[in-house]
């Protein structure tokens, strides 16, 4: 059957030829990371007047092709929470400033307020984990496993290249309630585990401490129980910066006695697997000090059951690591990629996920004081984006923005309601299903269109094919071609789809 | 074989029994619309100094029984848009003020302004079509189809039994580029339809009218052309106020002579089919006018599309929808539910679903005034939870929060250690698993939370299983039991599920 499709397809000259008349190109690929704003300062305070263009400090747009590289990661993440049995909860973006007051030590300069604009103070959330205690406390919840996904806010110095924003995911998971020593924070520590190997990001070591060791060693080494947090705040910079540095913030800034220091310096360069922790179970100076004694005996537990959760392998017991915030009170752990492929253009990525037990957090939230032991870990979901996207880009993948599924085409003028019958057709059949938005669109921009946007399959139609009840079923990489009756279309695609 | 399993559930007591001890019950039920800022004034004000646990006004937190709701209404949502090969882009949450400045005529008083805390002067965003305006001038998009799912901030007064909120989720997609007429703006008008009719929340109208027609109607009854956007915004309440009172308003606050706004009164109660566009057409009045006839025309296109499209029967064309926002510039489109069911304590839920044509906006924000032309639509997604829910509970459908497929659990004391390696076996195979955080729960505590938890699948260990290396896989429902293997379990795990 000689059509009028195939009296143009055959004037289809090959791909090379250049189309700029459609007005439907995708844009996704020209967006992709042309952000105007990146590494920007405050253009808008240098030309008081002129309108710029941009978006706020520290924050960006996502384009198609990124949102499309977040969803495969968010699901991966989504996937694994539900393998936890976790519920989800979402918050308000902003609470009343009261909530956020006096829970993250030096860095509350970094909070968002909103303006008094009449009303209540409110701030822009900077966490995830102050929230969820809010939540606790405030529907008196004795237990919860819960995960949120959401952004949060600090006005930081961003370093955008480095995926540090100031409006930037975090992926929380969190367990609530009185339970028996280590079975939940061993669960945390397997998530990471699980969440991290799915995504496939590269060698990786989950670093474990825990604060009653610290404050044990602090409490052994002389170190005076008001700098206990000072001290702490100091040796969380160990993974960024020399023991020299950290050595002259506790002795120059925080008043530590040059001797104590040294000492502290002696155990927080130790790391190790158990035969650590055994050894500094019977350490001579950590043997006189119950909390750091009760903190090994959860390590040794914690490594027990990482064992028959099959995770332990990745774990390494870290005496440096401290974790920034106050609200930590209990095991502390935090996940670092260590393959070298994840090496940015300024540095390392550091830390893709931390986490610990902090028990007291629900209780500032109660009128009686009562609290909700609680342990959890946040994904630093901005690194994972970056990284997962150079991992695509050395794969060389063209990612699709879009899932459309077929592209219905004409081959002549005057066929656009034949088209959007057809559109209609396969919608109602939920097949994803794209047409221009031209009366009179020309038949090579057409078959063009779906080749760069990587759509399977092509419906195509003239008007003979009109008269005769029929369409044809162009497949783009073969470029093979079936006619079929319109009623039987829908089987076709489907067929052709694999989705029968 | 005769097992300590057995001995201890020939002890199981029916459902009826209470268990109070285990400290591991859902939270969701509880939880669930237990939010004490309901209606909540500003009580932080009331009593200075006392803390008071509460979200800002307006806003509310979300449980996980609502999570799990708004998650299908979301799911149906985006595999619409995905549907229609839209992108999805995200912008930051606040913008700078300029950007929003001039854009929502009388309402932005309601928009939320952060603090000058040294910097830009930012805003929290109004609604996502002004960000998406800005996106497209600032990356130089000639054309985009795209959605975006988020929450938008407006300082109205909120009324949080109606579902109204300060802080509410907006559903945008929006197609920007010039294309020939009528087109996209079908799909729009297509796209509203199918959510709605996959939603399923009853029977629906999709109300259209032109701001051309509109504006031809405010020149040939006389308003002064400085008055068309007031008058329009008059018009616009007409859906909530009866036409004395937007008379009043006209003429008292907008001072327009009394004749022509009766003149404008016979118009705007007008509504019907394609007849109504024809006898228009022909209307000794707006025969005079060119907007009102291109308006028209317009509309008969529009029309036919939609018939194509399989769309044309829930439209009605209502000359007194007006849209309250400035920016439109031709179609503007409603979507309200009509069934009985959805009339809310206080009143009808009203519009779920709005949009319209906006030429000019995008050429607010480029320098040299560049427009792209951008058709679009917004969900007023919090309604539609809201009869969701309510639809739910009328089915008192139980609605899970978590999708655990199984429970694992032990029949006498010391088997954490083999629960957690179940667990890991089974998270291996990708199967959702929980178990208790305790190391020795009771028998019927674990059962009991299998079943108030619609966990479809209990594995079950005593020590004669671990020594005989078996599990037993027990049916929730039915009770039914099945010993096998442990290298077996995965495989009649997948069998049972139907997931092989």
Redesign the interface.
């Known amino acids: 059957m000689e059509s009028q499709v195939d009296e143009e397809l055959s004037k289809l000259v090959h791909k090379s030829i250049r189309m700029c008349d459609e007005?439907?190109?995708?844009?996704?690929s020209?967006?992709h990371n042309?952000n105007?704003s990146r590494g920007g300062g405050?253009r808008?305070?240098d030309k008081p007047g002129k309108?710029?263009?941009?978006?706020?400090?520290g924050?960006?747009?996502?384009?198609?092709v990124e949102?499309?590289v977040r969803?495969q990661v968010f699901d991966v993440i989504h996937?694994v929470f539900?393998?936890?049995?976790?519920?989800?909860?979402?918050?308000?973006?902003?609470?009343?400033k009261?909530v956020l007051t006096g829970k993250y030590g030096e860095d509350s300069k970094l909070i968002?307020?909103?303006?008094?604009?009449g009303?209540?103070?409110?701030s822009?959330r900077y966490d995830l984990t102050v929230p969820f205690a809010?939540?606790v406390?405030?529907?008196k919840?004795?237990?919860?496993k819960?995960y949120h996904v959401a952004?949060v806010?600090r006005?930081d110095n961003p370093a955008m290249t480095r995926g540090r924003y100031r409006?930037f995911y975090q992926c929380d998971f969190d367990?609530a309630?009185?339970?028996?020593a280590m079975?939940?924070d061993?669960e945390c520590v397997?998530l990471v585990h699980?969440v991290l190997s799915r995504l496939d990001l590269g060698d990786f070591t989950i670093k474990i401490n825990h604060r009653k060791i610290l404050d044990g060693l602090f409490g052994v080494c002389g170190v005076p129980l008001e700098k206990f947090r000072p001290i702490c705040s100091a040796v969380d910079k160990l993974d960024k910066s020399p023991w020299e540095e950290v050595r002259k913030e506790m002795v120059d800034e925080k008043g530590l006695d040059e001797e104590v220091a040294d000492l502290i310096g002696e155990y927080v360069k130790l790391s190790g697997k158990e035969e650590l922790i055994e050894k500094l179970k019977n350490d001579e100076r950590l043997k006189n000090s119950k909390d750091a004694q009760a903190g090994l005996s959860d390590m040794t537990l914690l490594y027990?059951?990482c064992q028959?959760?099959?995770?332990e392998s990745k774990v390494v017991f870290d005496m440096g690591l401290a974790r920034g915030l106050d609200y930590y009170t209990g095991v502390i752990y935090e996940a670092v990629l260590t393959a070298g492929q994840n090496q940015g253009k300024d540095g390392p990525v550091g830390s893709v996920a931390g986490g610990g037990r902090y028990d007291g957090l629900v209780g500032m939230?109660d009128?009686k004081k009562k609290t909700v032991p609680c342990v959890g870990l946040s994904f630093g979901i901005e690194r994972l984006f970056t990284i997962h996207e150079q991992k695509q880009r050395a794969l060389s993948e063209k990612l699709r923005?879009?899932?459309?599924e077929v592209f219905v085409a004409a081959a002549c003028k005057g066929m656009?309601?034949?088209r959007?019958?057809i559109?209609?057709l396969l919608?109602?059949a939920?097949?994803?299903?794209?047409s221009s938005?031209?009366?009179n669109p020309k038949i090579l921009n057409q078959l063009q269109y779906a080749e760069d946007?990587q759509i399977p399959l092509v419906v195509l139609i003239g008007e003979s094919e009109v008269e005769a009840g029929v369409v044809k079923v162009r497949e783009v990489t073969t470029r093979d071609e079936t006619t079929v009756k319109r009623e039987d279309l829908v089987t076709t695609v489907k067929q052709k789809l694999g989705t029968k």
């Not at 007005?23 to 996704?28: D, I, T, V, W």
């Not at 968002?112 to 604009?117: K, V």
């Not at 923005?401 to 459309?404: G, L």
């Open positions: 007005g439907q190109k995708p844009e996704a020209k967006n042309n105007t405050e808008g305070k309108f710029v263009l941009k978006t706020p400090k924050t960006r747009d996502y384009g198609p949102m499309a969803r996937s539900h393998m936890h049995g976790a519920v989800e909860i979402e918050t308000p973006v902003f609470e009343l009261d968002y307020d909103l303006e008094d604009q009303g209540e103070k409110l822009l809010r939540y406390a405030m529907n919840i004795t237990n919860i819960r952004r806010y006005r409006e367990i309630g009185q339970f028996d079975i939940p061993a397997q699980q027990q059951y028959s959760l099959g995770c939230f009128p923005a879009t899932q459309t656009v309601h034949e959007l019958k559109i209609s919608h109602e939920g097949i994803k299903t794209e938005y031209k009366n946007n």
